[in-house]
Each structure stands twice: as structure tokens, then as C-alpha cells.
């Protein structure tokens, strides 16, 4: 167990807040001691629940949220990003009818899921960070500097993106925290916390460089693309929690592999049978057969499952050989998003290997070659 204590730190990023739920799943079960959260935004909104410790509640907002339970929109597609070009017309006349976008729903899932009690009496110190615009300020403030009535007020502060109407705290006007620094490790560092771990979801706004270069800083970030800010698809925001526990076990060497999870010890099966170049090849084959990414892989299970897809689409691609050129060619680009690229780059490269392709045409293939060329070494092994 790591007996080092950390400061945890949370950055902004909106429903892409789901891959920190995930985050800190991890760092609970790796025992990490965690003895202070600093967030912007969603992460200061994620760390207030964190301080709760109910893991599985905070789970179940994330699976439930909509668009109507952080702000008031008309006429816009909830199952799209609300920056979406669909969207977006409808967005900035709610912006001009409301004189700015309306966050009230913010306020009272606050109000639902945070425990103030619960916050203010846990051992974990907390602090946020807002501004203010027209001073042009940051406020940092930590737990014990803010009264426990207002507690709310400072939690829509930081979280108070510039489009909703901004939060006024004694009379003066705040956005979101983002606007001076996304990722606010310097409030923890300041504090005497040399061990930093920030969670980076590359949320919009700016990023302040450390204060101290003696302090140890993990940066965990994901593997994948998270999606919009505002985007609240409910399979892709439960994803994203899986992708945050999963990346943060391959962060702290508890789990393997360049796309997949591995454990360690089925990692070293795979080193038994393949070298690196090979194994990532793989990797890079059952990415592009669609293989679901955020669980757990045995070494058997991975190389059956891939050896599967690629025997179908082994199939699929010799009977679209039998077709014309014209036909082959409508479909390119459907076959190669399907996976079948490594059958056509094998087919056009490793099959004819005295043949020349163009440099143009070798780049598109180059990738499906590194994948074709693994296959041909598990296809191999397996028999």
C-alpha cells in the first residue's frame, strides 16, 4: 500500500466529469490516501460528492442526469452536445431570451446530492476555485474559509460555465473556475502537498503552471475521447466511468497494455507468445474490430474473441473480392470502418510482398499492416 499522502486534484469538463467518478474509485480501492481535493467545475462539484463517500449514489446521478437537471433550455436535442451545430441557434436564443442561460436545475440537484453535513465533517479537506470577471480575480477558497450556508453558492460559482447567469456571492459576480486555472494544483501545493495527483480532463479554459518544481505530480488523463461538455449519452457517460477506473489501474502499474486492460500477470502471458510490436498490433486490430474496450481482458479471452472477428471478417472480405472494382470502391470506406482494412492491407501488401504501393497509398495501409502482421503471428500460434 502507498503510504504517501496526496492532493488530489480535479479539473473542469462538464458531463465528462463521469471519468473522475471512476477515477476515484480507483484511487479508493488502491488505497491512495487522499487527503485533499482542489476542483474546478465539475471537479469541484465531484469533489464535494467524493467527500460524501457514497460512491454508488454518485454513480446513479451520473446515469440519471439530463440536460433539465443543470439548465433550462428550449428547443434544443438532449441527446446531443448542446454545442452541436444543431443546437447551437437554439442555445444562444435561449442565451438572449434568458439574458443567460438559467442554471436553477444546478442549484437543486445540489441540493439533492450534497450533504453539507457530510462535506464539512469529513477528514478530507476540500477547496474550489471561481471568478471574477469583472475584477478579473480568482476566488480560492477552502472549506474551513467558507460558511456553511454559502457552501452551495460557492459550488454553482465554480461550476457557473460563462454562458448561465453569473453567481453572485456577497454581492459580487462569478463564472466558472476555468476561466483562471482548470486544473488548480497550486491551492494544495501552497498548502504543503507535494504529492499531487490531477485529473486532467482537458476541459475548456486555462491551465496554471505548478508553483513549486519539487512536488511530485501524476497527471491522469484519458485513454479516449470523453465527448462534449455538455453531451448526456447515457451509455458514453457510464463508459467514461469505466475508462476512469480502468486508466487510473494502468496509471498506478496495476494493470497493462497500449488500448486494453490487462492484469500484470496476463500481460506476461502475452509476452511469453509476442514481442511488444506484436502485442500492440494486436491491440491495434481488436480496436479496429470494434472490441469493447473498458473491461478486464484474460490472455485467453482477448486472443479468442480477436481470432473470432478477424476469422468473419476473413470471410466477408473473400467474398467481396468476388465482386467488381467499382462496387469494391463505393464501400471502401464502410469496409475499412468495419475493420476489414487489415484483410485489404494484407491482401495488398503482405500476400504480394515483391510488389510496390505508392507512398500515398502505403500510409493509408500502414496502420491495418501492423495489425495484419500480428494477426498473422496469432493466427499462427493459435493453430
Known amino acids: 500500500m502507498n503510504k504517501k499522502e496526496y492532493g488530489l486534484v480535479l479539473s473542469g469538463g462538464g458531463t465528462r466529469g463521469a471519468f473522475q467518478v471512476g477515477v476515484w474509485k480507483a484511487l479508493k480501492e488502491l488505497g491512495i490516501d487522499v487527503k485533499a481535493i482542489a476542483g474546478t467545475s465539475i471537479g469541484a462539484l465531484n469533489g464535494a460528492l467524493f467527500l460524501q463517500?457514497?460512491?454508488?449514489?454518485?454513480?446513479?446521478?451520473?446515469?440519471?442526469?439530463?440536460?433539465d437537471n443543470i439548465m433550462k433550455l428550449e428547443g434544443v436535442n438532449a441527446n446531443k452536445n448542446i454545442f452541436d451545430l444543431s443546437n447551437i441557434l437554439n442555445v444562444a436564443s435561449n442565451y438572449k431570451k434568458q439574458k443567460g442561460i438559467d442554471n436553477t436545475p444546478l442549484r437543486e440537484m445540489i441540493k439533492q446530492y450534497i450533504d453539507m453535513d457530510k462535506l464539512y465533517n469529513s477528514d478530507i479537506d476540500f477547496g474550489l476555485v471561481s471568478y471574477s470577471v469583472r475584477n478579473k480575480t480568482p476566488l480560492q477558497k477552502f472549506k474551513n474559509e467558507i460558511p456553511k450556508e454559502q457552501m452551495e453558492d460557492y459550488l454553482l460559482a465554480s461550476a457557473c460555465?460563462?454562458?448561465?447567469?453569473?453567481?453572485?456571492?456577497?454581492?459580487?459576480?462569478?463564472?466558472?473556475?476555468?476561466?483562471?486555472?482548470?486544473?488548480p494544483s497550486n491551492m494544495l501545493i501552497r498548502k504543503g502537498y507535494k504529492n499531487i495527483i490531477i485529473v486532467d480532463m482537458a476541459g475548456m479554459g486555462f491551465n496554471r503552471k505548478s508553483a513549486k518544481r519539487d512536488s511530485y505530480i501524476k497527471v491522469i488523463t484519458p485513454s479516449e475521447d470523453l465527448g462534449g461538455s455538455f453531451e448526456f449519452n447515457h451509455s458514453k457517460i457510464i463508459n467514461n466511468i469505466?475508462?476512469?477506473?480502468?486508466?487510473?489501474?494502468?496509471?498506478?502499474?496495476?494493470?497493462?497494455?497500449?488500448m486494453y486492460y490487462f492484469k500484470p500477470e496476463e500481460f506476461a502471458k502475452m509476452l511469453e507468445k509476442f514481442n511488444l510490436q506484436t502485442i500492440y498490433g494486436l491491440e491495434y486490430a481488436a480496436e479496429?474490430?470494434?472490441?469493447?474496450?473498458?473491461?478486464?481482458?484474460?490472455?485467453?479471452?482477448f486472443i479468442t474473441e480477436l481470432m473470432n472477428r478477424h476469422l468473419e471478417a476473413e470471410q466477408i472480405f473473400e467474398k467481396m473480392k468476388k465482386e467488381n472494382l467499382i462496387q469494391i470502391g463505393k464501400r471502401l470506406n464502410k469496409l475499412f470502418d468495419k475493420g476489414l482494412g487489415i484483410c485489404i492491407a494484407k491482401d495488398l501488401y503482405m500476400d504480394r510482398p515483391a510488389s510496390r504501393l505508392s507512398n500515398y497509398l502505403f500510409n493509408f495501409v500502414k496502420d491495418y499492416i501492423v495489425a495484419a502482421k500480428a494477426l498473422i503471428e496469432l493466427k499462427n500460434y493459435m493453430g
Do not use: A
Not at 457514497?54 to 440536460?67: G, H, M, P, Q, S
Not at 460563462?162 to 466558472?176: A, L, N, R, W
Open 53 to 67: 463517500d457514497d460512491f454508488n449514489t454518485t454513480v446513479k446521478l451520473y446515469e440519471r442526469i439530463k440536460i
Open 161 to 183: 460555465f460563462p454562458i448561465f447567469k453569473p453567481q453572485v456571492i456577497d454581492g459580487e459576480e462569478y463564472f466558472d473556475g476555468g476561466l483562471y486555472d482548470n486544473t
Open 242 to 258: 469505466k475508462m476512469g477506473y480502468l486508466d487510473t489501474m494502468k496509471s498506478f502499474n496495476k494493470l497493462q497494455g497500449h
Open 288 to 301: 479496429m474490430y470494434k472490441m469493447y474496450k473498458y473491461r478486464e481482458y484474460t490472455f485467453e479471452e
